[in-house]
């Protein structure tokens, strides 16, 4: 999707699980925000960004 819309994926190994795990904090606080700050139309695709973050990193 990222290079669909004609933009570069950036990422990088993570190598412990405290680095995931402050990855993982760090990815659904911007969600959640991105959530908030969204309008009434695009809360539906923010919620489901949310979701495959918390449900992905299981």
Do not use: C, N, Q
């Amino acid at each position: 999707m990222i290079t669909a819309d004609g933009d570069r994926p950036h990422w990088h190994r993570l190598v412990d699980d405290s680095d995931y795990l402050t990855a993982l904090h760090t990815k659904v606080v911007e969600e959640a925000r991105e959530l908030r700050e969204a309008s009434p139309e695009e809360r539906v695709f923010e919620l489901a960004d949310l979701l495959e973050v918390t449900t992905s990193s299981v």
